[in-house]
């Protein structure tokens, strides 16, 4: 593998006529998330893509590179190429600097996710563009520039191989400006295939891996050089300051102390991840990266990466709602395992941050406080909230797309905290405003105490951590508000316990050959789970009925539809397809229309597959007055 040594200073032309080189990773400067210092230090890391394509530039071109997240753009600066990364969010504010320095006479190149799917539009600011991985790209770009030849367009026609791969040249970011520097990577694409991610069009549905022997090696000398510039930073500093240095090496929260793994899905192979944490062992360092979940369902592999230096996950958890994941293609995520899941990341002091998005065809107002009391409840220590966005390139971008639900095209708003699509479930101001709210209530100073009660290891870099994110959310977050069905909609929501066991009814929709031993009916099936959406076509709220029906969860039950009913003022449909088993005092108390039309007056209360699940046993009971939906719910 070729290393290039990191060193802060150009490396020296091989031929005369040196070239020049200015590589941009672009950020509008009147973002109101524009971190500050101490949030990027707190918060923040880079991304390798620009300090890559410096590692495969000809060594006799001379390469500076410009965070506008951390640095202000010098347009006069003298160059002779211009290469801009762009992500969908940030392609106004690149087009605004590549035709800038188009006005200067520079020639600018655009590369990254979005120019590859946005291929025409990129065009008319730029001279040329990447599309796709640039590795095997750019060296033949770079010389047909020298040539006098350079193409409108470099397309990708393979992956590039990750073996003999050129280290990042991360010694060309700003010092003492993010959380780490230490970026690296280990695989690139993704198996998985999740409807709203451009990762696996982008990277490919395969995973391809980097050597273990050149990570290793690729760590242990960025580590050398990182290790020797706070050296020589606590050498030169006044002696405040280096006291106040040395105590954020030692707590881990300053630059040099910990690895930040960038793949997309760090876990993709186990045998590997075995291989590389083993071997990351010797050089005791601490790292993170993004994972899935259920990583934590083989205690060995948690373990391994534990004593390996794992101190913190990123999971893409994104809803506890198992049609939302299914919707979005992701059905590998186990909501009833979360909590469990968690628990086994944080018994080996693991940090747990997932990433919850707001705004799947399935979500309602409810969803935001349901987010924020289980990432509260299970003291996950960071959460990332987004709101669904449909990028170009992704298949949600498709569907929406077609389905006309798309009403703005500003791509600066194409950052997961902005609503630029129509929801199924919500108005769009309802859900930007959850949106506000859950950031607000989940960073506030009760709820991180909260979260942090239980923390016993690396507690001041997760406080740090915290109290930069609340900071950021308070000075660019208005405060939020949730719409009164939230919280109609979470009141109603129950999982109820089964007291009566006795002569409970099968329901026919199932095939059951005995009846049913209460003694061997598991706690799933001991308890009424009631789940609640608002039904658009029937202006009702649909209550979904799941496990066993007895006759005190029944009259709690309609206790909670009473008052749902009161505070909405919508019909509600009652589905009994899900009902395992039931008590006859149960169905009794829900057939009975006048004392059901007693307690809940205002509104229309409407059954869904109470006879096909229960007709057998509705027998004898008198059914006038019920309101027994025949027309089916296709999307229930």
Not at 20 to 25: A, S, Y
Not at 527 to 549: P, Y
């Amino acid at each position: 593998m070729q290393l290039i040594q990191p060193t802060r200073q150009a490396p020296q032309p091989t031929r005369t006529a040196t070239k020049r080189l200015l590589l941009v990773d672009p950020y509008p400067r009147n973002s109101q998330y524009h971190l500050t210092a101490s949030e990027r230090r707190a918060v923040w890391f880079p991304k390798l893509s620009l300090p890559t394509i410096a590692a495969y530039t000809p060594e006799h071109w001379h390469v500076e590179l410009i965070d506008e997240a951390v640095d202000d753009i010098e347009f006069d600066f003298p160059c002779d190429l211009v290469g801009i990364s762009i992500m969908t969010c940030y392609a106004p504010r690149a087009y605004e600097i590549a035709e800038e320095f188009r006005r200067r006479g520079k020639t600018v190149v655009l590369g990254g996710v979005h120019p590859t799917y946005c291929p025409d539009e990129a065009l008319q600011h730029a001279d040329a563009i990447v599309c796709g991985e640039a590795e095997d790209l750019w060296p033949q770009l770079v010389a047909d520039y020298e040539a006098g030849t350079l193409q409108r367009t470099y397309k990708m026609t393979s992956f590039p191989t990750l073996e003999n791969y050129r280290s990042p040249r991360v010694e060309l970011l700003s010092p003492d400006s993010y959380m780490t520097r230490q970026c690296s990577f280990t695989t690139r694409g993704c198996h998985f295939d999740c409807e709203f991610c451009s990762v696996s069009p982008f990277n490919g549905k395969t995973t391809r891996r980097r050597p273990v022997e050149e990570v290793v090696t690729e760590l242990q000398n960025v580590q050398r050089w990182i290790r020797s510039e706070l050296v020589e930073r606590l050498r030169d500093e006044p002696l405040w300051k280096a006291f106040l240095l040395g105590l954020r090496i030692r707590v881990g929260i300053e630059d040099g102390s910990i690895v930040a793994f960038v793949d997309d899905l760090h876990n993709s192979n186990r045998a590997y991840c075995r291989e590389l944490w083993t071997a990351l062992k010797p050089l005791k360092i601490k790292w993170g990266c993004q994972s899935t979940l259920f990583l934590a369902d083989d205690e060995e592999m948690v373990k391994l990466a534990a004593e390996s230096g794992c101190v913190s996950v990123f999971v893409g958890m994104e809803s506890l709602d198992e049609d939302c994941l299914d919707e979005t293609n992701k059905p590998f995520n186990r909501v009833k395992k979360f909590s469990q899941e968690i628990k086994m990341f944080h018994d080996y002091g693991i940090m747990v941050n997932p990433g919850i998005v707001f705004g799947f065809d399935n979500d309602d107002e409810a969803v935001f406080e349901r987010a924020v009391e289980f990432l509260t409840k299970n003291q996950v220590e960071l959460a990332y909230f987004n709101v669904l966005t449909p990028l170009p390139g992704t298949a949600l971008y498709e569907r929406y797309n077609s389905a006309g639900r798309i009403f703005d095209r500003d791509w600066s708003k194409y950052d997961g905290k902005h609503v630029v699509f129509q929801p199924s479930r919500m108005t769009p101001e309802q859900l930007q405003e959850g949106f506000h709210w859950a950031n607000h209530q989940f960073y506030s100073l009760p709820n991180i105490f909260h979260r942090l009660s239980g923390t016993k290891q690396r507690l001041i870099a997760r406080w740090e951590m915290n109290r930069e994110f609340r900071k950021l959310v308070k000075r660019s977050c208005p405060q939020g508000t949730l719409s009164p069905l939230a919280s109609v909609l979470k009141n109603l929501q129950a999982k109820l316990p089964v007291f009566d066991t006795e002569q409970l009814i099968p329901n026919s929709l199932y095939t059951l050959k005995q009846r049913p031993d209460p003694q061997a009916l598991s706690p799933e099936q001991l308890a009424l789970n009631i789940k609640v959406k608002r039904h658009d076509k029937f202006v009702a709220l649909f209550v979904d009925l799941e496990g066993t029906l007895d006759r005190l969860n029944a009259q709690e039950l309609i206790n909670r539809m009473k008052v749902a009913a009161e505070k909405a003022r919508m019909d509600i449909i009652v589905n009994f397809e899900h009902v395992k088993l039931a008590a006859p005092d149960a169905l009794k108390a829900l057939v009975d229309a006048e004392a059901i039309k007693r307690a809940i007056p205002n509104v229309k209360v409407r059954y869904r597959k109470l006879t096909d699940a229960f007709e057998t046993a509705l027998q004898g009971l008198s059914l006038a007055g019920l309101d027994i939906l025949s027309e089916d719910l296709q999307d229930a």
